[in-house]
C-alpha cells in the first residue's frame, strides 16, 4: 500500500502523487489522504517524528528543527485562562526550539524541498516571497544545493538573511512592488521551461509540513484544543491547522470537535478579515503602514474548495483585523511574560487572542493553542553570527522587459554555481 495519496476536494479524482492541480481544472486544492489513520511518531529528528503524516518518502536530516508546544504559566495567567497552549516556532534553546531561520516556514521548505529530491528535479525552483518563506527556503536550499531564485519586494530585502555559510545555488532578485507583484512575476518565470514553482498553497507538502504545528500541540497536550489561533496573510496555515484536526478526529483518540480557527489580519491590508465579514479594510496604499507585511496577500486561497472561506465555515471560525498599536501591545505583554521575542506577524495572533477575550470569543476554562508563527530571532542573533543575503540584480514591476532580465541573471548565476561546484568537487578528489 502506498503511504499516502493525493486527491481533488471536488472531482474526488487520485492524482498522481506530486501533483498540485487538478487535471480536470476543477477550482479546489488537492490534499493528501494517508494509509496510517493513527499517527505513531518515527524515532526520525524534528519535524520528521511526524513522517506518517508527511508527504515524503525520505528525509533532509538537516532538517533538525519543529514546533515546540508548552503550557503557558505568566501569559496564560494574565488573561485569565487556565489551559492554554503555546506553540512555538523558532529558536529558543532552553525550549529545544531550533527553527534555524526563525520562523514556521522551515515546516513547509524542508517537505518541499525533499519531494523535489525525490522527483530528481535539475529545474530552478522559484519561490516569491515577502521574507519569511525566501529565508526559509534560502536555509534549505543553502544546505541541499538545489538552484533557487527567488522574488521579493524590495522593502523585504532586510528579511533576507541566514546561518549558512555557503549560498551560492541562490538568485535574489528584488522588485520594486509588493508582495503581488513578486508572485505575478514568478509565476510567469516559473512557467517557463528549465523553472519550476514551489506551488504555494496548493503544494500538499508546504500544507502538511505547516500542519505538524497541530500536531506536535495536540499530541503535547493530549487532546484536540477548542479553540486555534493564528495570524495569516494567505491563510495557507489555517487551513492546514484545519486539515490536521480533521485527521486527528479520524484517528479516534484526542476528540471528536474541530478546534475554532481564530485568524488574525493586520490593519490597514485585512483581504481575509474583509472577505469574510463583507466589509473593506484594504487600504488602497497596501501594504504600507502595516505592522508586518509579510501578512499581506492580495489573493489569498480563499474561495476555492478547501479553501480558507471554508476551513472557517466547518470549524464555526472568527476573523480579527487588528491595529498596529493593538500589536505593539501585544507583542511587548507576550515578551514581558514569556521571556522570549517573538516576530511580528505572531505579535497579530497575540493581538486576536486579546480581541477574542475582550469579544467574548473565549471562555476562561477552554483550552486554546496559540501558534507563535516565528520567535527567538534576537537570541539567535545573539548566539550565531548572521549572513544578509546579497541581492543579484532590482527589477521594478513596472519594466516590460522584467521577466527576461530576471531568467538571463538567473541562468547566469546557476551556470556560474555549478563552476564553482565542480571545481570545489575536483579539490576534494
Known amino acids: 500500500m502506498n503511504k499516502y495519496m493525493v486527491k481533488c476536494l471536488q472531482c ?19 490534499r493528501t489522504e494517508y494509509s496510517s489513520k493513527q499517527l505513531v511518531l518515527s524515532d ?3 519535524i520528521w517524528k511526524f513522517y506518517d503524516w508527511l508527504p515524503v518518502n525520505g528525509i533532509i536530516e538537516e532538517g533538525s528543527g519543529k514546533t515546540v508546544t508548552y503550557k503557558s504559566e505568566a501569559f496564560a495567567s494574565e488573561l485569565g485562562f487556565d489551559d492554554l497552549w ?20 522551515d515546516l513547509e521548505s524542508f517537505p518541499t524541498m525533499q519531494r523535489l529530491k525525490e522527483l530528481d528535479e535539475s529545474r530552478i525552483m522559484v519561490v516569491a516571497s515577502a521574507g519569511n518563506t525566501a529565508r526559509a527556503f534560502a536555509n534549505v536550499c543553502s544546505i541541499t544545493g538545489q538552484p533557487l531564485l527567488l522574488v521579493v519586494p524590495k522593502a523585504s530585502l532586510h528579511r533576507l538573511w541566514t546561518i549558512q555559510e555557503d549560498s551560492s545555488s541562490i538568485c535574489l532578485v528584488t522588485v520594486e512592488g509588493d508582495y503581488f507583484d513578486a508572485i505575478a512575476l514568478a509565476g510567469k518565470i516559473a512557467a517557463r521551461d528549465g523553472f519550476v514553482n514551489e506551488g504555494g498553497a496548493k503544494n500538499v507538502a508546504r500544507r502538511d509540513g505547516m500542519a505538524t504545528v497541530m500536531l506536535d500541540a495536540v499530541l503535547t497536550s493530549g487532546k484536540l484544543f477548542d479553540h486555534y489561533f493564528q495570524a495569516v496573510g494567505s491563510g495557507t496555515g489555517g487551513i492546514s491547522a484545519w486539515e490536521a484536526s480533521m485527521r486527528f478526529i479520524e484517528d479516534g483518540r484526542f476528540g471528536s470537535k474541530l478546534p475554532r480557527l481564530h485568524l488574525g489580519q493586520s490593519l490597514p491590508c485585512a483581504p481575509i478579515y474583509s472577505l469574510w465579514n463583507d466589509v473593506d479594510k484594504v487600504s488602497a496604499s497596501c501594504p504600507e503602514d502595516m505592522y508586518d507585511d509579510v ?34 501591545s501585544a507583542q511587548a505583554r507576550f515578551e514581558d511574560a514569556e521571556g522570549i521575542d517573538i516576530n511580528p506577524a505572531a505579535a497579530l495572533a497575540v493581538a486576536s487572542i486579546i480581541q477574542a477575550v475582550e469579544q467574548g470569543n473565549v471562555r476562561s476554562g477552554d483550552s486554546i493553542v496559540l501558534n507563535i508563527t516565528g520567535g527567538g530571532q534576537k537570541r539567535l542573533m545573539a548566539d550565531y553570527q548572521t549572513r544578509q543575503l546579497i541581492p543579484s540584480m532590482e527589477v521594478s514591476a513596472e519594466d516590460p522587459q522584467a521577466e527576461e532580465k530576471i531568467v538571463e541573471k538567473t541562468l547566469e548565476n546557476v551556470q556560474c554555481w555549478i563552476l564553482l561546484t565542480l571545481q570545489h568537487t575536483e579539490v576534494i578528489k
Open 12 to 30: 474526488g479524482e487520485v492524482h498522481d502523487s506530486y501533483s498540485m492541480n487538478c487535471k480536470n481544472n476543477d477550482e479546489s486544492l488537492l
Open 44 to 46: 526520525n529528528p524534528g
Open 295 to 328: 501578512l499581506f496577500n492580495r489573493k489569498p486561497p480563499y474561495g476555492l474548495t478547501g479553501g480558507v472561506k471554508d476551513a472557517l465555515e466547518d470549524t464555526n471560525g472568527v476573523m480579527y483585523a487588528v491595529s498596529n498599536e493593538e500589536a505593539s
Open 86 to 105: 503555546i506553540s512555538f516556532n523558532g529558536y529558543w534553546p532552553e525550549k529545544e526550539a531550533s527553527l534555524m531561520t526563525c520562523t514556521f516556514k
